[in-house]
């Protein structure tokens, strides 16, 4: 496997444990269900892809 293979599948874990654990997520993954027609699949990836966006501007914003 690859290292986006890796990522994917780390974004997306995180995604569905955001979705049941975090209170403001929640309420944005059952929107984006909502949206999608009740497609949970579609819904945890573009929950995923809005995670990874905020795990790469927080690092690319990050004073090392």
Known sequence: MTVRA???WAFSEAA?????DHA???PLAQRLE???NGNKFKANTV??????RAV???LK????
């Open 61 to 64: 914003e990050a004073d090392w």
């Open 16 to 20: 569905v444990i955001a979705k049941r």
């Open 6 to 8: 890796y990522l994917h």
């Open 56 to 58: 790469y501007f927080m």
């Open 47 to 52: 929950l995923a892809i809005k995670l990874a």
């Open 24 to 26: 403001v997520i929640g």
């Open 34 to 36: 909502a949206r999608m």
